[in-house]
């Protein structure tokens, strides 16, 4: 009898680690299993060497993926690429606002794009659609999960199978030296759109280059593809330009102690498709 084929969605984050962990441990005979990462070129760099570390421990065989942009109304494809060769300065997440225009809480086009389409189509060549996905929410995310996981052939071995609490995660990885070392503000894509504004303007006092890309995108990319409200298009909360945004933190001073480094929030590690709080596409009100 064949063994049902399961797309391990990695996202470089110690949650969804542990869950490789967990599923390398138990089931190898039950599940064909391909284990991906989606890079979108913007990713921490520390995230990538955790990922590879990852993928060195256990043994995952660990496939390396990035958006491969088309013409016309083809979503993206993916393109095979590894640790060393990995995008580092956003150039799929450049492509992918040339064509569709910026992300923000409207269109989330990273997650869409950069990282979904990017492995469905890579678990696709290799399965057509039959395959499950096993994502990276622990029990105590149960807000994140897709209410919609069972039509998406979504699993969650973290919420269901072993429930795991983010404090057993940080535990279990305190054994090993090449742990994550990424502070909880930066979390893995670091200036993404979905972080509270004192995370943010952490960000900016320590390392306000971190921006320039954002600006550089929307010095390029705002009027590319429809909008929701008047004007060009823009990335972060609010409806603020990244320009708007820094002259918003130079007049607030520093509002670091408005957050804490244990608290979960929004992208603290990383960012996971098809969960719930990523689907509130239309939500203007934060």
């Keep these: 009898m064949s063994r049902p084929n399961l797309q391990v969605s990695f996202s470089g984050g110690r949650t969804s680690a542990y869950m ?68 580092r300065h ?5 492509a992918v606002a040339g064509k ?8 989330k086009l990273c997650t869409r794009e950069l990282k979904g389409n990017t492995m469905a ?21 149960r807000r994140r999960v897709s209410p919609n996981a069972t039509s998406q052939r979504i699993i969650y071995p973290l919420v269901d199978r072993w429930p795991t609490r983010k404090q057993d995660v940080l535990w279990f ?8 070392q990424i502070p909880e503000h930066l979390g893995n894509c670091v200036t993404c759109f979905q972080k509270s504004a004192p995370k943010l303007n952490t960000i900016y006092r320590t390392e306000p280059e971190r921006f320039d890309f954002f600006l550089k995108l929307e010095d390029l990319y705002s009027d590319v593809g429809p909008n929701y409200v008047p004007g060009p298009r823009k990335i972060f909360r609010g409806f603020q330009s990244t320009a ?32 719930t709080s990523l689907q509130m596409e239309f939500d203007f009100s934060t």
């Excluded at 189509?121 to 995310?141: F, M, N, P, V």
């Excluded at 990885?173 to 994550?180: C, H, K, P, V």
């Design 20 to 87: 490789c962990f967990k599923l390398m441990e138990h089931c190898r005979d039950e599940y064909n299993m391909a284990f991906t990462f989606a890079n979108t070129g913007l990713e921490h760099e520390d995230t990538l060497r955790f990922a590879d570390a990852v993928d060195r421990h256990l043994g995952l065989g660990l496939v390396w993926l990035e958006a491969n942009v088309n013409p016309g109304r083809k979503s993206c494809t993916h393109q095979v690429v590894r640790y060393e060769t990995a995008s």
């Design 90 to 94: 956003g150039e799929p997440f450049e």
């Design 100 to 107: 569709y225009g910026l992300p923000n809480k409207v269109f």
């Design 121 to 141: 189509s890579y678990t696709d060549s290799l399965w057509g659609k039959d395959y499950q996905i096993a994502i990276g929410i622990r029990a105590d995310e």
């Design 173 to 180: 990885f305190e054994q090993f030296d090449w742990d994550l």
């Design 244 to 275: 708007d945004l820094l002259q918003g933190f130079r007049e607030a001073g520093d509002t670091s102690r408005m957050f804490r480094e244990e608290d979960s929030g929004t992208c603290s590690e990383s960012c996971e498709v098809y969960e």
